[in-house]
């Protein structure tokens, strides 16, 4: 068998799905500044090449990596009620971004339109048209939720340890008297803010 040979028969029993899964490892190994088909490709132990003939570009690979991260949302045990299903499903969609390292960041820079990301997208649509939201309302609310996940998560994965009192060095009382009357809630506590910010969106819903 020929060298070319070889390197095809390589690339003919390696899926897109293995690549994807691979580049996941590297991310979560790597960090999103560290991960390329180059280090994906080093992973498998392949050519570089051969994940780009899976997977074409690095843009299209993180596409698919985003929607690989919307596959781990789950569906089952949802609430009936409408709008219990969606505080649920935000979720279910933030510890499943938080389950990858640098995940928002990730999802954040992609515009996945793969059956995964569909999938919950959909869900959650169902879910606040029959909470009574009309179609516009629901589409937007679905896109608010999205942009807040998204942004308070990748805050959230990006954060210094508790420990870092940067802000509170920063944040002077004559220079910014009201950020530091309020500095003590400026704090982490990312589940509560996840839970406030959410609860504030579906406030617009028709109870």
């Not at 991310?27 to 992973?43: F, N």
């Not at 994940?51 to 299209?60: E, I, M, S």
């Not at 942004?151 to 002077?172: H, N, Y």
């Not at 009357?181 to 996840?194: A, G, I, K, S, T």
């Amino acid at each position: 068998m020929t060298k070319k040979q070889v390197g095809e028969d390589v690339t003919n029993q390696l899926t897109r799905t293995a690549v994807i899964d691979a580049a996941l490892h590297v991310l979560d190994e790597r960090g999103l500044d560290g991960l390329s088909t180059r280090a994906v490709a080093d992973h498998l132990g392949v050519r570089m090449n051969t994940v780009l003939w899976h997977v074409k570009t690095k843009a299209r690979m993180l596409e698919l990596m985003a929607d690989a991260v919307a596959a781990d949302i789950r569906y089952d045990d949802l609430p009936d009620v409408p709008l219990e299903r969606v505080r649920e499903l935000a979720a279910r969609y933030r510890r499943t971004l938080l389950a990858h390292r640098d995940g928002a960041a990730l999802v954040t820079g992609t515009y996945p339109a793969e059956p995964h990301t569909l999938r919950f997208a959909d869900h959650l649509v169902h879910a606040l048209l029959q909470a009574g939201a009309d179609e516009q309302q629901a589409a937007w609310t679905v896109w608010t939720i999205t942009y807040f996940a998204l942004g308070l998560t990748q805050e959230e994965q990006a954060a210094p340890e508790e420990s870092d009192d940067r802000l509170a060095q920063a944040v002077d009382p004559g220079t910014h008297p009201a950020l530091h009357r309020v500095l003590p809630h400026l704090r982490q506590n990312f589940e509560e803010r996840f839970t406030f910010g959410l609860e504030a969106i579906l406030s617009r819903i028709p109870a």
